[in-house]
């Protein structure tokens, strides 16, 4: 079955730097359109960033576009968000996920 296991989440200042990654198992990654997802404290899923099977085409929510780049390795099976210039409002759980299905969540402080 689909699997999905995020990591690279932490505790960091504003302005700094994370790496998210997901690895991915149990369907046809190199053909499966990618997708971040967050939860902030009290909040709903918001769409973070989308990526296209071939990697050919990104898409961001206004919020994070120009601070976030989503990239994927077809070939490890891997997914990832560079998160740069961190602010207090990115604190969220992160998911990646494909259709409905997503993984466990890594967790992302931004706090001094």
């Known amino acids: 079955q689909v699997q999905l296991v995020e990591s690279g989440g932490g ?3 504003p302005g700094g ?3 998210l990654s997901c690895s991915a198992s149990g369907f046809s990654f ?6 971040w997802v967050r939860r902030a404290p009290g909040e709903g899923l918001e769409w973070v960033s989308s990526i296209t099977r071939d990697g050919g085409h990104t898409f961001y929510a206004n919020s994070v576009k120009g601070r976030f780049t989503i990239s994927r390795d077809n ?6 968000l560079q998160m740069n210039s961190l602010k207090s409002e990115d604190t969220a759980v992160y998911y990646c996920s494909r259709d409905s299905s ?3 969540g890594t967790q992302v402080t931004v706090s001094s």
């Open 75 to 80: 070939a490890k099976n891997m997914l990832y």
């Open 30 to 35: 190199s053909t499966s359109p990618m997708t």
């Open 102 to 104: 997503r993984g466990q």
């Open 11 to 13: 505790l960091v200042q």
């Open 17 to 19: 730097s994370l790496r």
